[in-house]
């Protein structure tokens, strides 16, 4: 890879227009931390970007997935994105299996891919733990969907969780191994599939910001707050009732002493540092601004506060989401008009991919 990060900076950067795409998984309850990490920032970027928004349902199925279950939480993330904000008329929101182009553009990057990048990846390992005789191949191809589900737009911006970085870095490497290994054929194509520059794919930015990048367990203050983690407790789920997130946040793993004045104090302090992150994030101060109004205070007094903040930002949401959820007909067709959309652009990629590799086709 180090190779490849070195290559002339030339051919990295055509002028690709800009193109944000990001995906969620539908695997049981969205949580905290897909607001705060991802879904937030998929709202400010609309007015900045043309945005492209995918529930990745064939990510979703590398673990298993009861199917009733599945159909449910597709209709659920794509719910959570337009009650947080997403206008799926402005910009276009869909789900993975209904554009082909992605399993497609999946298999090609499978051949670009070497075993020793995905090999490195943290995820994998974090996710099959002792048990990797047993993961699915897809688990383990997992990061070549993910970039082909980004660069069959030729997207450039992807705003993602800092949990994502890895996968994000590795397709730039991929698009990266493309450009190069076919850069004759992409030169010969070029005018015809490639008018913006040498290079066919973009090296994709990963964009990871603001205060809450990386939301942890309630339970536990190193590990990630999670769908998949088998504790409800451990997150607060975007469908929780002000009940629900009271009582979270009130049993939510903490230390014995007062909330510091001073920043540097919570680096010792996972569990004291991630609830003042939230707060941070939700109130749109910094973790300073937060110790100047809570240092010195128990967490008897910070819990219910915060709670209390969760509350009033996410149960606006909860609430629309509840609304849209029952209404499968209007998600369906968000769904359908989405995906058409995303097919045409999806289709001049993989044409041109076809082209560039050496396949006939019609
Ligand atoms: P799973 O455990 O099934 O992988 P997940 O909670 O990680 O589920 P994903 O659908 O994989 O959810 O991720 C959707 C987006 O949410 C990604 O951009 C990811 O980086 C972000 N994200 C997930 N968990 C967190 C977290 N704890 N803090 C901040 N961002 C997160
Ligand atoms: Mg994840």
Same mark, same amino acid.
């Given at each position: 890879m180090d190779a490849l990060q070195s290559a002339p900076a030339a051919a990295a +950067?055509? &002028?690709? +227009?800009p193109l944000v795409f990001s995906g969620v998984q539908p695997t049981g309850n969205l949580h905290l931390g897909n607001y705060l990490g991802a879904i937030v920032k998929f709202v400010e970027l609309q007015n900045t970007h043309e945005c492209i928004y995918c529930v990745v349902d064939m990510h979703a199925i590398t673990v298993w997935q009861e199917p009733h279950e599945l159909t449910r939480a597709i209709r659920e993330v794509t719910a959570a994105f337009i009650a947080c904000g997403i206008d799926p008329k402005k910009h276009i929101v869909f789900n993975?299996?209904?554009?082909?182009e992605h399993a497609e553009l999946a298999w090609v990057f499978n051949c670009v891919a070497r075993l020793g990048w995905l090999n490195r990846m943290t995820q994998f390992k974090d996710k099959v733990g002792k048990d990797r005789e047993n993961a699915s191949v897809g688990l383990y191809a997992y990061p070549n969907l993910m970039a082909a589900d980004i660069l069959?737009?030729? #997207?450039t911006h992807v705003p993602v969780g800092e949990d994502q970085k890895q996968h994000v870095e590795l397709a730039r490497d991929i698009a990266q191994k493309f450009n190069n290994d076919y850069a004759s054929s992409i030169a010969e194509h070029m005018g015809t599939?490639? &008018?913006? @520059? /040498? #290079?066919?794919f973009p090296l994709p930015e990963p964009l990871i910001q603001g205060p809450a990048t990386r939301v942890m367990s309630l339970r536990d203050g190193s590990k990630k707050m999670s769908k998949? %983690? &088998?504790? %409800?407790?451990?997150r607060i789920a975007l469908t929780d009732d002000a009940d629900a997130i009271a009582l979270k946040i009130r049993r939510a793993k903490t230390d014995p002493d007062p909330l510091p004045h %001073? /920043? +540097? #104090?919570?680096e010792a302090r996972p569990e004291a540092d991630n609830l003042v992150g939230i707060y941070a994030a939700l109130a749109g101060h910094s973790k300073a601004q937060v110790l100047k109004d809570? @240092? @010195? #205070?128990?967490f008897s007094t910070f819990k219910p506060a915060l709670a209390d903040l969760l509350v009033a930002k996410l149960s606006p949401i909860t609430a629309e989401m509840r609304r849209l959820k029952d209404d499968t007909g209007y998600i369906d067709s968000v769904l359908a008009d989405g995906s058409a959309r995303a097919q045409v652009l999806a289709a001049e990629t993989m044409k041109a991919v076809k082209d560039i590799v050496g396949f006939v086709r019609r």
């Open positions: +950067k055509p &002028p690709f +227009k993975q299996s209904q554009v082909a069959v737009y030729r #997207a599939v490639n &008018p913006s @520059g /040498e #290079a066919f998949s %983690d &088998p504790s %409800d407790q451990s %001073d /920043e +540097k #104090a919570l809570f @240092g @010195g #205070a128990q």
